[in-house]
């Protein structure tokens, strides 16, 4: 396979509803209609289950006047065209107003209300197409596949309509809808209301789709939204708040908020946040860490809930067909009927080389964060075994941490630019395995860091990592080290230094792997024009014989990647670069409609466009893009844990000449703290609100180590 399936044609005209592990992809105005537009669908658990749901107005589709969305509920305005009713007289246009209100909750709720504004009365006919094609995301993302598919079958009553699907892997799938009242007709595969009304007469039709058993819930849409609203308003109460004088920014901090609470997944207990809607509607190690990373000082819950179902699915055992190896963090979890075959090899993936280091660093991240060695301490066999794994492959590979698929199935790439042709020479030549990532190296000293910090915390053995990581951080200076770069992208066969500018490097600094001069010479390099877009600094340099701006590793835009180099520039003192760079990722986010920050964009230079040109399948919701935005706030205004019970607010940073930043509610050490941000001539003044808790606040110039490496310079 060699990478993951990349969709064709382009989502960036559909509306994207995620909640309670559903999501529904349709076109603006709410319909779905995968055999006009392949992705649209509502999915769950790696399957779409309704392919089709699609209204017309006496055998017209009517006319969309607007549509909209607000984080689970999608609504849309109708009028009709002229159009002929069944006893041949002719309603007038703009007669008819037709409204639709959907929401997911356990499933898709959706009420449908006709009015009449005309000053006679009108009959016509409301048709509800509907279908159910159980195709795997994977064969929606363009995969061909090779098993035969399963059986569907179709049961209908007087309200409702019931699918079935025998899958290969022994797994029946269902979807059930009902509507309310009962149609005039329900024949195969379509609704049939007659309505007749007279002036300022109103109908509704309510529609409920279940993948799965219909629990007959009669609660009406309007109180199901109220609901769903009001779980919303009570998750952005329980997380820190960020509030600036600017209120689109502050809009968009809850928007990308709430996106993260849309991801929200329930698995065995726990809950998970899924890295993106709909490619990627699952759980992904390397995006859940750095999503949790990212909202530490949030909604650290989340972070903790990601180490335990990573730690729970770990790999015990070596299986060639999976990449897995002892100790290995899986890169993906996938529940489709393509992976349960095994026709993909995705149902449990390891082929992740920085997934694991990760693991390590973000357990001492959280620990950093809340002071919680409970749940550390319920960690650390799993952390034990990350490290050993990251030892072996030490040893095993030239003493760097790289990789090689053993799967001719699995990816050819896998660091986060996992894509074919994501790691090249300048001359767009593909570099060879084994391959061993700037970014690897640099998350594997860190992870070894973290493990030695995080077992004097526990009193426990920290069986030599400190002498691991020296050694590796020297080889890596040594080998990695590049004067006009910084830092080489990669070293091919494990050997051979591969001098492409990229993005990858900036993940050095964000740990702090980087020597003073290679974090300077990574500085400049990437505010080079060739790098840097003006919207974010590009995958790759415009200047690679690779490079294609809609390339998804080789020149787009990816806001995660940005957040990450964004504190990696804040870590080694580059404030102004970090300034430039969290200006230019806010504006970006803020052209975006509704502010909703997307998978990656476009790597055009900012001359070109007023707004970012998107990436025509980019994923929104996309946990670690959204996540990127609160990540970046708290970094340019320099909230880093520096001890057990010390915060440190190191030299901040207000963007877009923001004249003042709130911070309410605050998550530190079982603590909550209120700060506000002045603007003060030419410094930022903090005031120190409340403090809700035994913590100590305290101002800093030098970056504390956190999760891992030194302080600063």
Known sequence: MGEEPQPLGSITDCAILRNSGISVVSLEDGTIDAAAHEATGLYTRDTRHLSLLRLTLGGVAPLLLDASQAGAVHSAVFTNPAMQGPDGTIIPARTLILRRRRVLDRGLAESITVSNYGSAEHSFEL?????????????????????????????????????????RDGVRRETHLRFEPRPTALRNGEALYHVRLGPRDTFTADIRVHPGPDPGDREPVPAIIRRVQADERRFLRSVTSVRTDYEPLSHAIERALLDVYALRTALDGESFVAAGVPWFDTLFGRDSLITGIFLAAYAPDLLRAALRNLAREQAESSDPATDAEPGKIPHELRWGELARIGEVPFARYYGSVDATPLFVIAADEYLAWTGDVGTVRELWPAIQRAVRWCAERLEATNGFLSYARRSARGLENQGWKDSHDAIVWPDGRLAEPPIALVEAQAYCWAALLAFANMASLLDEDDGGALEVANALRARFERAFYHEELGYVLCLERARTPVPTPASNAAHALWVGAASERAAAAVARRLFRQDLFSGWGIRTLSSEVAGYNPLGYHTGSVWPHDNAIALAGLRRYGFDELAYILGTAFIEAALAFPAARIPELYSGDPRELRLVPTPFPVASRPQAWSAASLPYVMATLLGLRPSGPRALAIVRPVLPLELEWVQVRNLRFAGAAIDLTFRRSADRVAVEVDDVRGDVEIVLSRTWPRGSSGPQSP
């Open 127 to 167: 048709r509800i197409a509907f279908d159910a094609d159980f195709r795997d995301i994977f064969e929606v993302r363009g995969y061909t596949r090779r098993t035969p598919p399963g059986r569907i079958s179709r049961t209908r009553g007087a309200d409702r309509a019931v699918f079935r699907y025998d899958g």
